[in-house]
């Protein structure tokens, strides 16, 4: 029986099939599922076999209460990881790669044919608020802070996140939070 063949639980992200849906949670930041092939090719095969699956009709994403999305030097520790590891391996540089993996990443809730719902609760990284923003629907619960951690960090904002943050805002509100605000709570989006 096709049912339980989504079902993946591994330090990152869970896969559950419950009736009709397919409950993604992100564990940990999801740039951890870009940082590793392993990972990324695990994520991208677990939505090709929800999209082809004929049992399930629709996909919620949530983040775990667990993922503290302001973690900033959790998400230096990252980049740096990623940098170093494609620095010392002589691979393409590692913003390409990062680049390319949110791309595929997206890629693949911008192609999946079921509807796709973003379940957002407490503190939210600007990865993923970026990705809920690709999806159909999105809930944020009342308590709900959005942290964009690149502001304080001097980097560049995640591409995903400003490209669809100004078709939902606007170009001049989205300008402005993504180069003056560290964090906004779900009533100020």
């Not at 990865?127 to 999806?135: H, P, Y």
């Not at 802070?145 to 490209?163: E, N, Q, R, S, W």
């Amino acid at each position: 029986m096709e049912k339980n063949s989504i079902d993946i639980e591994n330090d990152v992200f869970s896969c559950k099939q419950t009736d009709e849906i397919a409950f993604v949670t992100f564990k940990q930041n999801p740039l951890e599922i870009l940082a590793s092939v392993e990972l990324k090719d695990e994520f991208i095969s677990t939505f090709s076999k929800i999209d082809n699956s004929r049992e399930i009709r629709g996909i919620v994403i949530t983040n775990s209460t667990e993922y503290i999305g302001g973690n900033y030097q959790k998400l230096k520790r990252i980049i740096s990881d990623i940098v170093e590891t494609l620095i010392y391996e002589k691979r393409r540089p590692a913003i390409e790669r990062l680049k390319n993996s949110t791309e595929q990443l997206i890629s693949l809730f911008i192609n999946i044919t079921k509807p796709t719902v973003a379940g957002l609760n407490g503190d939210i990284g600007e990865t993923v608020f970026g990705i809920s923003l690709a999806c159909d629907f999105r809930y944020a619960a009342s308590n709900t802070i959005f942290h964009h951690p690149t502001v304080k960090l001097g980097l560049p904002t995640d591409g995903v996140l400003a490209f669809y943050l100004v078709n939902y805002i606007g170009l001049p509100r989205t300008l402005d939070i993504l180069s003056t605000k560290t964090s906004l709570t779900a009533p100020e989006v």
